[in-house]
């Protein structure tokens, strides 16, 4: 773990500025020469948890504004993530401004919304793309302006500083779960997120990596549920006749994980069938509650919101935030649900040192 960010310069002007007592934080003029490697496979890393140890207090500047896109509300995911962003914003004292595309699956209208978001001229950007190449246009617009980009989760992109977990970890954990649970071996499934995608695509290679290390395991299907419940559902349905022996299904979010859920108690095999999905939405907290749902493995989105906000008033302040804040995955089960969540299945606020 370093904090180190070797490119990471301010300007003679912002140090002049500085020594003469101006007004540093003027909107637009943060006067930094920012970097966009947070997507090189040897980006700098430090866990979230460890941003206030390692660089001290955040600096808190009246009058900035950032602008935050996600990728859909519509997924409880999403909205946790929006949470922890304004919560952030109410404690550094910033202003946020959040906008989402009506499904994940609609690359287009998330860049629509992210050109008319930087045409309001924000300080600095969240942005969370459906995938590595739609919002390209509006990011490369970002850069050409010098304005910090917070990448908060999934695809992965040339920002500032990228938000998140390992999402091939994720899939390892998973299939190690599987491992210890079912010392007798079997044969498992999964149900992939959509094509294209980051996080499917590292979460997918976790899960088939993890599940070949354990030699009495054997994965019989691994198949498209993009993201979305109702295909899960059926495409588990699918799985489960053709391959009646299946001991357990690993779906790469959790919207697919309820479907999943959902389709192995249809058949009469709840509490047979291991299922575990991905993100921690309270849609899989409370199956998990119920029995329906084994496990889940999540970043705490709630986490991911507020130290995107916290990173980009870091970097507006001055500060070298390093290019990738590691959002720690933890497997969420019955017996250690109430650690991380409450009553409500909100995440605990001050589980990590803000």
Known sequence: MTHANSTFRLRLSAIAALACGAAFFASQSF????????????????????????????PKKEGVKIGVVLKSLTNQYWQG??????????????????QAANSEADPTQQLTIAQTMIGRNFDAYVLSPVSVSNLTPAVREL???????????????????????????????AADYMAEHLPD???????????????????????KEGIAK????KLVASVPGNWDGTQAYNATQTILRKNPEIKAIYANNDT?????AKAVTDMGLTGKIIVIGTDGIPAALDGIKN????????????????WSVESLVRLLGGQPVPDWVVAPAQLITKDNMTEFFDD??????????K
């Open 81 to 98: 993530i929006a949470k922890g962003v304004e919560a952030a914003a109410k404690d550094l004292d910033v202003e946020v401004t959040v």
């Open 291 to 306: 029995g329906m749902i084994t496990a889940t493995v999540t970043p705490l989105p709630y986490y991911q919101g507020y």
């Open 214 to 217: 354990h030699g009495n395991l």
């Open 256 to 260: 697919m994980a309820v479907g999943v």
């Open 344 to 353: 409500k299945y909100d995440v605990k606020e001050g589980l990590y040192n």
């Open 31 to 58: 006067a930094a020469d920012y970097t966009y490697n947070s997507d090189k496979p040897d980006a700098k890393q430090i866990v979230g948890a460890e941003l206030n140890k390692t660089l001290g207090a955040a």
């Open 185 to 207: 071996g079997g044969e498992v499934a999964q149900i992939e997120g959509q094509a294209g995608s980051s996080a499917a695509i590292l979460r997918i290679k976790g899960f």
């Open 143 to 173: 850069q050409s302006r010098n304005i910090p980009i917070a990448n908060a989760d999934d695809a992965r992109i040339a920002a500032t500083v990228y938000i998140g977990p390992n999402h091939e970890l994720n899939g390892v954990v």
